[in-house]
């Protein structure tokens, strides 16, 4: 549809029960090639608890070309229905019936991704959120739940395998080389979570014993090239069922639990009910082929939809504006998950670095809307930070609010007294209210107020009392203008100039946690020391605020040094570094001029690096620049790209010998998989980085560097180290660059998920000529538009990962960005609206760029698709 409509829109306060109830659904799914035909039985009756209403029955379908239609076996034509946009009415019908509908769809050309469609020889569905209605017709929306028995027909050679969800119940051979399956879920489920593949697949097949001493059968497939790549996803699925039974008292609930790899598809992956379908990015992991990063995203992913297994499919969500009641707790889940396997410092500051630096950004701007909004156009424009990171940190609220104890009898009732259900965010909240009989009325407000509240901190100390001053505020969002005072709990403690915590009460508690309630809180503290403390503010990220204190820099310095808490320690370093930046950016002075400061606080982190690598890498890292973009009014993508590039490279030279001795000292003979290994790895590439910005400004020993480059290129021991190695010869453009990029696709060009990234080095070379580099990369024979993960290596990351790309002062990256869109929407609108929100700090940018990227966005707001045109309205 490149209508340039808008969808309706939908909203909260509109919400009904549905009218009709579905007990049971027997589809029918006969794949031929060229098309596919839909039978669909539904079990009918009238919901009991709906409104009255008369006896029409309404159901979605999209892209469905009707072939029959009865009621009861009562053939069915017009005008007995009608059909129009988007809908099927049947009126007249009884108070129960069964309809049987026939249709047929074009899995071929389904190039949205959305329902049923093909990647790479397999068929695949994705029926969040909305995709079902173009399978068949439907109440296609999560309160209305339903059994699902599936039978698939295809040709048995090119299909060997027919999956769906639940157990297999029935199959067999059919005539002219074709075969069945049957399938029956026993668990009634929302039709976003049905799920089917045909394909020749390989499987990595294993077992887990449950708690009660079940034997769950694991099956994890994927093409035939990538069987090797399924062993960590298969040991991290078994430590998530672990790990659940334990920490949240949940087992699975099925026989089998099934995970397929699919290239083609819009998201990370799908919690499909025993049936989870993945993006191969997001599952398929071997050292030589992933980072370490991609190591972590497998692990955590594949634990975050194992555990929608009870937090959102026997518990669900009873309309999409519920939707971070199951993606928001989930990711608590995933990212306590996580905090266990890992180092939880380390797992904390990754996961509190992307929220400020990703959410806070889109709370703070056009697209800016509460955890629970109240109304949208399209649903799929919501599956975002702020439902997921922001409502991650409101259950992390809870918790802390409880306490482990408390939460975890909270989160039994919550499973054991809806499950089954469709519920809201307001059912969760009551269960922790009613288990620790706390009042969370106030508390509520984060779930449906947006933007990111700003506390501003200020202190006294006289006679021994330290007084701390809270205000609390939270700027407008569009929509939102009156804010009201949030709950905000904020974790602290005070330390002397040695760095020691003091104790605040008479219990030696030297770490407390004060709840501000009213716009401003002052709170006092009795401390013995007679100079006024360093306090250590919002220890663990304890609410996600922006925190404004006037640190000085010497207490900055002490908080990174001695602090015990992990985020306060990053949260310093970054203060650190904002500061410097600010000093070149705003007030002109010399980079050079930073390091005279910056040197000896770096030094000491490295010198303690041996302690935790992994932290120290953290520590070490300078804010991106378009981290540092967002802190300037108004933004000003080059001066922050020369202040970046300076400071970078003057750390590098000023610093080359400890660069130097860390390589030498982290080098590793072999490969090793473990967290220890990984961390090392992480901190030599932070000191490769300096070091290749300082070659790249011709200082240091640069030929020294470029053979330390070349020798990982030549004899990688994984493809963090060989990645790690491209990426700094390529974005530094040193000598050789462009001959190890040639190799690199020569000898990976059949992994796709290696290409991705030699795509993505590509277009993140910083500075304005990587958009025509970029439009090369477009021509390339490798480049696949149907391919969302190719089409983020170049687009995505140009304009969301390259600011001094993106907003080239001759508009070439937004004329590339519009082309990009363009193009895009005609092929997956939800893709194409996604990478729309590049362009949401247009109202931000210096007034140049902003009217040359509002010219561009302008002119695409009249063909564009519904998806596309909410972001396009919301950003002009
Ligand atoms: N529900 C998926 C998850 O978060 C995300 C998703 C949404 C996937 C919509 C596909 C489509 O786990
Ligand atoms: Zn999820």
Same mark, same amino acid.
């Given at each position: ?9 939908? %909203?909260?306060? !509109? ?15 006969? @794949? ?100 079902? %209605? ?132 819009? $998201? ?34 594949? +634990? ?18 519920? @939707? ?38 889109? !709370? ?67 269960? $922790? ?5 706390? !009042? ?22 006289? !006679? ?14 569009? &929509? ?19 760095? %020691? ?14 709840? /501000? ?43 990174? =040094? ?51 690598? +992994?932290?120290? +890498? ?81 200082? &240091? ?23 790690? #190695? ?10 050789? +660059?462009?001959? =190890? ?111 040359? /990227?509002?010219? #561009?966005? %302008? ?18």
């Amino acid at each position: 549809m490149r209508d340039g409509n808008p969808a309706p829109v939908t %909203r909260l306060t !509109d919400y009904r029960p549905p009218a009709w109830l579905v007990d049971h659904t027997r589809l029918d799914v006969d @794949l031929r090639d060229g098309h596919a035909t839909v039978t669909a039985e539904l079990t009918v009756r009238r919901n009991p608890a709906g409104d009255d209403r008369p006896g029409e029955l309404v159901l979605d379908g999209e892209h469905l070309e009707l072939l029959s239609l009865s009621v009861d076996d009562r053939p069915l034509g017009e005008p007995d229905y009608r059909l129009e946009e988007g809908r099927l009415t049947v009126p007249g019908v009884p108070e129960q019936f069964t309809l049987t509908s026939k249709v047929r769809i074009h899995p071929e050309s389904n190039t949205a991704l959305e329902g049923l469609y093909r990647s790479n020889g397999m068929y695949c569905t994705q029926c969040e959120a909305e995709g079902f %209605r173009r399978i068949t017709f439907f109440p296609d929306r999560p309160d209305v739940l339903s059994r699902f028995t599936t039978t698939i027909h295809a040709d048995r050679a090119a299909y060997p395998l027919l999956l769906s969800n639940g157990n297999p119940v029935d199959s067999g051979d059919e005539e002219g080389g074709r075969h069945f399956a049957t399938w029956d879920d026993p668990f009634p489920k929302p039709c976003y979570l049905f799920a089917l593949v045909a394909g020749d697949l390989a499987c990595l097949e294993d077992s887990f014993r449950t708690a009660s001493g079940r034997d769950v059968a694991l099956r994890l497939y994927a093409e035939h090239r990538d069987l090797d790549k399924l062993g960590h996803a298969m040991d991290s699925l078994k430590r998530a069922m672990a790990w659940d039974e334990q920490v949240f008292g949940r087992e699975y609930d099925l026989d089998i639990f099934q995970v397929v790899a699919v290239s083609h598809f819009n $998201m990370g992956a799908m919690e499909n009910k025993g049936l989870n379908i993945f993006n191969t990015s997001c599952v398929l992991a071997h050292p030589a082929t992933t980072t370490d990063a991609g190591f972590e995203r497998v692990e955590s992913v594949v +634990a975050h939809e194992y555990f929608h297994n009870w937090s959102g499919n026997r518990v669900t969500c009873r309309d999409w504006f519920q @939707l971070s009641l199951k993606e928001g707790f989930t990711v608590f889940r995933d990212q306590e998950f996580s905090s266990d396997m890992n180092s939880r410092a380390v797992t904390r500051v990754e996961n509190v670095d992307f929220l400020v630096n990703h959410q806070f950004p889109e !709370d703070q701007g056009p697209m800016a809307h509460p955890v629970r909004p109240s109304e949208y156009q399209k649903i799929d424009n919501f599956y975002t930070l702020t439902v997921y990171e922001k409502g991650s940190e409101i259950v992390r609220m809870q918790h802390e609010l409880l306490g482990a104890e408390d939460f975890r009898r909270a989160s039994d009732l919550y499973f054991e007294r809806f499950d089954g259900q469709a519920v809201t965010c307001d059912d969760f909240v009551a269960c $922790m209210e009613e288990v620790s009989g706390l !009042d969370l009325s106030q508390f509520k407000r984060w779930y449906s107020q947006a933007g990111t509240p700003l506390v501003t901190a200020s202190d006294r100390f006289a !006679d021994g009392e330290y007084q701390l001053t809270l205000r609390q505020e939270t700027p407008p969002t569009p &929509g939102q203008s009156d804010k009201q005072p949030l709950m905000i709990p904020v974790k602290l403690a005070l330390l002397d100039d040695q760095g %020691r915590a003091l104790p605040l009460d008479d219990s030696g508690a030297t770490e407390t946690v004060v709840i /501000l309630r009213d716009s401003e809180q002052t709170f006092r503290f009795p401390v013995a020391t007679d100079r006024i403390p360093t306090p250590s503010l919002l220890r663990g990220f304890s609410a996600p605020v922006s925190l404004r204190y006037p640190f000085k820099e010497a207490q900055l310095i002490t908080l990174l =040094a001695h602090d015990s808490d992990g985020f306060c320690r990053w949260d310093a370093a970054q203060r650190l570094y904002f500061a410097a930046l600010a000093r070149i950016i705003d007030d002109g002075e010399d980079a050079a001029a930073q390091l005279d400061r910056l040197t000896p606080v770096l030094e000491q982190v490295i010198q303690r690096a041996g302690e935790d690598p +992994a932290e120290a +890498a953290l520590l070490l890292t300078l804010p991106t620049e378009t981290a540092v973009g967002d802190r300037h009014t108004p933004l000003r993508p080059q001066a922050v790209h020369d202040a970046l590039s300076a400071l970078r490279a003057g750390l590098g030279e000023a610093l080359a010998a400890s660069w130097w001795r860390l390589v030498e000292e982290l080098a590793e003979p072999e490969y090793r998989a473990d967290g220890e290994a990984m961390g090392k790895r992480r901190l030599r590439q932070v000191a490769l980085g300096y070091l290749s910005a300082a070659a790249g400004a011709g200082r &240091g020993d640069r030929d020294k560097l470029v053979a330390q480059l070349q020798g990982m290129l030549d004899a990688p021991t994984c493809m963090t180290e060989e990645l790690g #190695a491209l990426r700094a010869l390529v974005h530094n453009q040193l000598p050789g +660059a462009e001959p =190890a990029l040639a190799a690199f696709a020569q000898r990976w060009r059949d992994e796709a998920l290696v290409m991705d990234q030699w795509f993505a080095v590509q277009a993140t070379v910083p500075g304005a000529d990587t958009v025509a580099r970029a439009e090369g990369l477009l021509a390339h024979d490798a480049f696949e538009w149907t391919l969302p993960n190719r089409v983020r290596a170049v687009v995505g990351t140009l304009v969301n990962g390259n600011p001094s790309a993106f907003h080239a002062p001759d508009g070439s990256g937004y004329a590339f960005f519009a082309r990009a869109l363009k193009k895009l929407d005609g092929i997956n609108p939800q893709i194409a609206a996604r990478l729309a929100n590049g362009a949401a700090r247009l109202q931000r940018l210096e007034p140049a760029l902003a009217e040359q /990227l509002s010219a #561009a966005l %302008r002119e695409l707001r009249p063909a564009a698709s519904a998806n596309l045109a909410e972001v396009l309205d919301r950003i002009l």
